[in-house]
């Protein structure tokens, strides 16, 4: 769930993310199969209250694949701060085991496919905005959900952004 808060007057404070999420959303939903939107986090509903905008999604399980692949430990030496990075379970999986690489890729190339397919960009992909739920007894991906569209934007036919959405 995330919520946008707006002004004393019941204005939209200044976040073109939360229409651009709304209005990414909408489109994802009218113009995707339910194969399509299996790797989407998908929103459930918008609730425009008189303090606030809310949009509610769908629970995710699992983690973001950031904090899947590392554990970044700081410390101090000598007066100086030292990171220690740990590859996890899920690094050396990914790594290791052809089947789960080529079921991550697959999901990502679903998502993405159906991203290219409605001309949307999404704006901010990294490893932060994609939640994994790892099976680490079995070395499987239960599951991928591409998150936050607040970033998104469209193109048209001849690859320029449209603004104004």
Same mark, same amino acid.
């Given at each position: 769930m995330k919520q946008f808060p707006k002004n004393g007057s019941g204005q939209m404070k200044f976040?073109?993310?939360a229409y651009v999420e709304l209005q990414m959303a909408q489109l994802i939903r009218a113009y995707s199969t339910a194969e399509e939107r299996e790797n989407i986090c998908m929103m459930i509903e918008?609730?425009?209250d008189?303090?606030?905008?809310? /949009?509610? $999604?769908?629970l995710c399980s699992g983690r973001t694949m950031n904090e899947h692949l590392f554990e970044v430990k700081g410390e101090f030496y000598k007066g100086?701060?030292?990171y220690m990075v740990h590859h996890s379970?899920? $690094?050396h999986a990914l790594r290791t085991n052809l089947e789960m690489l080529k079921d991550f890729l697959y999901r990502m190339c679903?998502? /993405?496919s159906l991203f290219a397919r409605?001309?949307?960009?999404?704006?901010? /992909?990294k490893p932060d905005n994609i939640i994994i739920d790892y099976d680490p007894e079995t070395q499987s991906i239960r599951s991928l959900k591409v998150i936050d569209l607040g970033s998104a934007f469209l193109l048209n036919e001849e690859g320029r952004t449209i603004r104004n959405q």
């Open positions: 976040d073109p993310s918008s609730v425009d008189k303090k606030d905008l809310w /949009l509610i $999604y769908e100086e701060r030292i379970h899920f $690094y679903v998502a /993405l409605i001309s949307i960009v999404h704006g901010d /992909l």
